[in-house]
């Protein structure tokens, strides 16, 4: 005969995470990640909750209220999207609900983009891909709005780019840096096979590689590969670049120049 009457009913709690998985329901999970700020909160939530609608109200409220465009871009859709991103590792949302996402994201960001200061000065041009294979592009379009934004010539080739297209551009127009981006794994070989290619040629330009698949460890282990974990860290990377620092003094003050992320 089984006797109920010492069980510890707060094992059985634990042991199934009841506490747990009532706190991981997608409202919460959403709620815990949302800027803190009222108006930047409406622009997330026009992408947490795939909105269409909401994302150019909330973005032009938040610029009439003053909030300047970047921090919308960084703290309001970057954040929307680093949610949805959340809800997709957990198996919550799929890949449409990621798609229509990230295209509210970029409404959002071509609506911010036009208000950001900087846009007639040319401190010297940036080539930017995603790598070949990498459909994966949000990271880097956010990582050119900040350029541009600090003054910089932009040439975007866009995503799954061919290591050819991207040496012979750089070939053709020896920016002051490239950026490659890869959120795959299978896709980040690319830009050591576009970095040595360049040596080859004998084009020593600082090759940025960037995304969720690379660290600074990869990005370090190639001649000419320099790291940027954020997209608000490059444009002081790229400053420096611009003062004439060479890629391995840019590894070596990485630290102080990013403030370590
Ligand atoms: C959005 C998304 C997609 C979208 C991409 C839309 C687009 N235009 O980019 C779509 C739906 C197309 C997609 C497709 C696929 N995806 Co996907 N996707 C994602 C997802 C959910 C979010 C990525 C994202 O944009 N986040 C928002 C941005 C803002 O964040 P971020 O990229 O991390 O950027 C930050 C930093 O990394 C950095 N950064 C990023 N890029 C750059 C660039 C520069 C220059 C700088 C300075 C900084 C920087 O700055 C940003 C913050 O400031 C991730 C999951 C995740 N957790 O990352 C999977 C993920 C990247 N996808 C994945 C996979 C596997 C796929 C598919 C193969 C799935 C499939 N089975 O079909 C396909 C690709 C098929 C193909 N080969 O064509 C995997 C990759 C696994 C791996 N490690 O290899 C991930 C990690 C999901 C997972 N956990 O499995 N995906």
Do not use: C
């Amino acid at each position: 005969m089984l006797d109920y009457r010492n069980v510890d009913y707060q094992m059985f709690i634990r042991r199934y995470d009841i506490e747990l998985e009532n706190l991981e329901l997608p409202e919460n999970i959403i709620i815990k990640m949302l800027p803190s700020d009222p108006l930047l909160k409406d622009v997330a939530r026009s992408i947490t909750n795939i909105r269409f609608k909401d994302v150019t109200p909330s973005v032009m409220r938040a610029m009439q209220m003053g909030i300047p465009p970047a921090r919308i871009i960084n703290e309001g859709l970057t954040r929307g999207m680093d949610i949805v991103s959340t809800l997709y590792s957990k198996h919550i949302y799929h890949l449409p609900e990621v798609m229509m996402a990230s295209k509210i994201m970029e409404i959002g960001i071509s609506l911010a983009e036009k208000k950001i200061p900087g846009g007639r000065t040319n401190k010297g041009t940036v080539v930017m891909h995603a790598a070949e294979g990498d459909p994966h592009d949000i990271g880097k379009n956010i990582a050119g709005v900040m350029l541009r934004s600090a003054g910089y010539k932009v040439v975007d080739l866009g995503k799954d780019v061919a290591v050819k297209d991207v040496v012979r551009t750089v070939m053709n127009l020896r920016p002051l840096m490239v950026s490659g981006t890869a959120l795959m794994t299978t896709t980040m070989p690319a830009f050591p096979r576009a970095a040595e290619e360049l040596s080859r040629l004998g084009l020593e330009i600082p090759y940025m590689v960037a995304g969720g698949a690379v660290n600074r460890d990869f990005a370090e282990s190639f001649p000419t590969g320099i790291y940027s974990e954020r997209a608000p860290n490059t444009p002081p990377i790229v400053d420096k670049l611009h003062d004439g620092a060479s890629w391995e003094e840019i590894r070596r003050d990485w630290d102080s120049i990013t403030g370590g992320e």
